[in-house]
């Protein structure tokens, strides 16, 4: 039975959590809010909200929308320190956030670190491994080493290959082309 709901309509955080009553869930009851994260203040009076008192003492994540995975128990203390750095992030270091720690087995303070230390490229608007080598290879002027006729005949798709072996190398949907990661 679903009790209480409370929706979110402040917007603007790159981080959410619905946080839920453990008590009252246990009890078939589904109390909870959701709550952007940084909270300072905000979280105490969202326990508060959901019935987290003498009673009903323990509260747990049922939901979440993030970056990066949250877990149903993890340490708010130390989601508030990930949030207060994602929520500088530009939209591209967000993408590029989600993709490692989601679908690429970074947790989220080791992408975050990548990002941090910009050990990382993205090569957009590539739709495989052969595009990415035409890009770097023009990019950094490389090609131009060959002689003309020579430069005609070079197998992009190869040295792509080559690239993917020796690097790491994630496709991003929203980018559209890859994000490589130096090791």
């Not at 839920?20 to 105490?44: H, I, Q, R, S």
């Not at 003492?57 to 990930?82: K, Q, S």
């Not at 608007?125 to 990019?139: I, K, R, S, T």
């Amino acid at each position: 039975m679903i009790r209480y709901l409370k929706e979110d309509t402040s917007g603007g955080s790159p981080i959410k959590i619905f946080l839920t009553n453990v008590g009252k869930y246990a009890e078939g009851e589904l109390v909870g809010t959701w709550v952007n994260l940084p909270v300072d203040d905000n979280f105490e009076s969202a326990k508060k909200e959901i019935g987290i008192n003498g009673q009903y003492e323990e509260w747990f994540i049922t939901d979440y929308e993030a970056p990066f995975e949250i877990g149903e128990y993890d340490n708010i203390y130390e989601l508030n320190e990930l949030a207060e750095t994602v929520q500088d992030m530009t939209e591209d270091e967000l993408e590029v956030l989600d993709v490692l720690s989601r679908e690429n087995g970074y947790d989220a303070k080791e992408a975050i670190e990548i990002i941090e230390d910009g050990d990382y490229s993205i090569w957009a608007d590539c739709a495989d491994m052969g595009e990415v080598a035409f890009q770097y290879l023009n990019d950094t002027g490389m090609i131009d080493q060959l002689p003309d006729w020579a430069q005609d005949y070079f197998d992009y798709d190869q040295y792509g290959v080559s690239l993917e072996t020796g690097g790491a190398f994630y496709y991003s949907k929203k980018l559209m082309g890859y994000i490589e990661v130096y090791h």
